[in-house]
């Protein structure tokens, strides 16, 4: 008998709720700016960028750790910064059998993108 969750589908299509508004569009909120200064701390570590680009950019948008795991250091400090960055609301991850598959949580790119959008137009 299996332990495995299933997860459900997400509809490509759906409405993207992002963290917080464009950087031009209007001053952040206290909560906002902690939420995305979250992602944005957990992304400034080198290895965990490597990492959240690794599964970013994965075939079909997911990768096994043992797939992502070759990034100069220990498994338990991979293992510490992948917890970051699920922590950092950046990632999510599913147990199949002995290995653990992490794709970028559905919301992030794309409220990131438009996080930055507004900055990039004025600059």
């Not at 043992?66 to 992948?82: A, E, F, K, M, R």
């Not at 794709?103 to 990039?120: D, I, K, T």
């Amino acid at each position: 008998m299996s332990n495995a969750k299933v997860l459900p589908l997400l509809e490509a299509d759906r409405a993207v709720a992002p963290c917080c508004p464009p950087l031009d569009e209007r001053p952040m909120s206290a909560d906002e700016a902690e939420a995305t200064a979250k992602m944005f701390k957990a992304l400034g570590d080198p290895v965990r960028l490597r990492l959240f680009s690794s599964v970013a950019s994965h075939e079909g948008g997911e990768a096994c750790v043992c797939d992502i795991s070759d990034v100069g250091v220990s498994q338990p400090t991979v293992s510490h910064h992948l917890k970051k960055l699920k922590e950092a609301g950046l990632l999510t991850s599913e147990r199949r059998g002995t290995w653990v598959y992490y794709r970028v949580e559905s919301s992030v790119l794309a409220a990131m993108s438009a996080l930055l959008a507004g900055a990039a137009k004025t600059g």
